[in-house]
């Protein structure tokens, strides 16, 4: 059994920042995923890509609206992925989701089809 929880949220005022968490629990087995991804998904609108990092660290992606301001990272040792926000803006009001493809599959995706593991989200406010 292979469980994300997000964690970090909150509310924030513009320009401020946050750090979300996603750590994975996998029941105390070993068990390898592969890429991770970050999601959102604001009131009324469908699920987007923020950012991605794919298994191994060497290849990173963001969503053109988040370039320059948010930044992905993952720590192995903790089974951890980090996003840090900057400069928040009230547009990226949403719930965040964490999302990670199965072992095989090391690159990282920006459709969501492509996960297979998803987390409960965590909730972002920014306030203007």
């Known amino acids: 059994q292979v469980r994300l929880v997000e964690s970090g949220g909150g509310l924030v005022q513009a320009g401020g920042s946050l750090r979300l968490s996603c750590t994975t629990s996998?029941?105390?087995?070993?068990?390898?995923?592969?890429?991770t991804g970050w999601f959102r998904q604001a009131p009324g609108k469908e699920r987007e890509f923020v950012s991605g990092?794919?298994?191994?660290?060497?290849?990173?992606d963001y969503a053109d609206s988040v370039k320059g301001r948010f930044t992905i990272s993952k720590d192995n040792a903790k089974n951890t992925v980090y996003l840090q926000m900057n400069d928040l803006k009230s547009e990226d009001t949403a719930v965040y989701y964490c999302?990670?493809?199965?072992?095989?599959?090391?690159?990282?995706?920006?459709?969501?089809?492509?996960?297979?593991?998803w987390g409960q989200g965590t909730q972002v406010t920014v306030s203007s």
């Open positions: 999302a990670a493809r199965s072992y095989l599959y090391g690159m990282l995706a920006t459709t969501e089809g492509n996960y297979d593991y």
């Open positions: 996998t029941s105390g087995r070993t068990f390898s995923l592969g890429a």
């Open positions: 990092i794919s298994r191994n660290g060497g290849t990173i």
